[in-house]
Structure formats: C-alpha cells, structure tokens
C-alpha cells in the first residue's frame, strides 16, 4: 500500500507520489506533511469510497429537492403538491443523515 501523509496545518492528505515541495492547499512546506500511521492510513483508505457514495447521494437528494420545489411550483393539483412537499421533506432528512455520518467519519479520521 502507498503511504498516505497528512499536512499537520490544514489536514490535506495526499500520497507519496502526490507530494511537492509545498502544501497545494495552504502552501506549508511539505515538512509540515507526516507519515501517517498504517492504521490511520487504511482508515482513510477504507472510507473514501464510502464518503464518495454519501457525497453522490446528497447531490440525488438536492436534485429530488430542486425537482419537489418545481412540483410545488407547478401546483396542477393538491394532491401532487403533497408529494412533491413529503419528497422534498424526506430528501431534506436523508441529506441530513448523510451529513451526520460524514461528519463522524471526519471525527474519527475516516476520510
Ligand atoms: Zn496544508
């Protein structure tokens, strides 16, 4: 496995091979970059496709907001206002739930 480093100043991780002269984010000296442990790593390693999957389902959801609200627009009958109002209300909780998990994964170094 590649070894990850983090940047001790903004948190930026990157992978050997992705290491220059100065932080591409906050443009530190790559001396504020260090060695990640193998345990730190493969968390980091083992959560990144799943915080991509919790990123794509959050932009779904927005989507479903944006196509709720132009249902509410609409307005053709109550009845269909009604769902495009409970869809965009259960997409809102779903984005919340998805936030909240990746939110504890950034807490426990899982991203
Ligand atoms: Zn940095």
């Known amino acids: 496995m ?3 480093y983090r940047c001790e100043v903004c948190g930026m991780i990157l992978a050997e091979g992705q290491l220059e002269d ?11 970059y260090h060695e ?6 493969e968390k980091s390693r083992r959560s990144d496709y799943t ?23 609409d307005n053709l009958d109550p ?7 409970r869809a965009k209300a259960h997409a809102s ?15 426990k170094g899982k991203w």
């Open 2 to 4: 590649e070894k990850l």
């Open 22 to 32: 100065k932080c591409p984010k906050c443009g530190q000296p790559k001396e504020k």
């Open 36 to 41: 990640m442990s193998e345990e730190d790593a």
């Open 51 to 73: 915080n991509d999957l919790h990123m794509e389902l959050i932009n779904l959801l927005n989507q479903i907001e944006d196509i709720s609200n132009l249902g509410i627009e």
């Open 79 to 85: 009845s269909c206002v009604n769902v495009f109002k």
């Open 93 to 107: 909780l779903l984005k919340q739930y998805s936030k909240a998990e990746i939110a504890g994964h950034i807490a």
